[in-house]
């Protein structure tokens, strides 16, 4: 059975900080490319960030310099560093597993930040 399950959401104040884990299981982590999405209340989900199994990295423009993807494959986990957050920010953060032909998803956590 596949699982990815995130944590570390939670309420801050702009300009704070959080620190998102995704650990996965049932999958042989080091071949899966990962990311993190998010959706923000009436809005669609949209890509963040991104880390491959080779641990090139890339982000979506509005965090990039702000957010930081990082994976720790002997734990099979996937983070997410965010800092200087906004109150658009807010969303509810997914975990995504892939490889070709093959997707995962995580059930979400939710980050809100006050103004």
């Known amino acids: 059975q596949v699982q990815l399950r995130e944590s570390g959401g939670g309420l801050v104040q702009a300009g704070g900080s959080l620190r998102l884990s995704c650990a996965a299981s049932?999958?042989?982590?080091?071949?899966?490319?990962m990311g993190w999405y998010r959706q923000a209340p009436g809005k669609q989900r949209e890509w963040i960030a991104h880390i491959t199994d080779r641990d090139s990295t890339s982000y979506l423009d509005s965090v990039k310099g702000r957010f930081t993807i990082s994976r720790d494959n002997a734990q099979s986990t996937v983070h997410l560093e965010m800092n200087s957050l906004k109150p658009e920010d807010t969303a509810v953060y997914y975990c995504h597993a892939g490889r070709i032909g093959m997707d995962y998803w995580g059930k979400g956590t939710l980050v809100t930040v006050s103004a």
């Open positions: 049932g999958i042989f982590f080091n071949d899966y490319d």
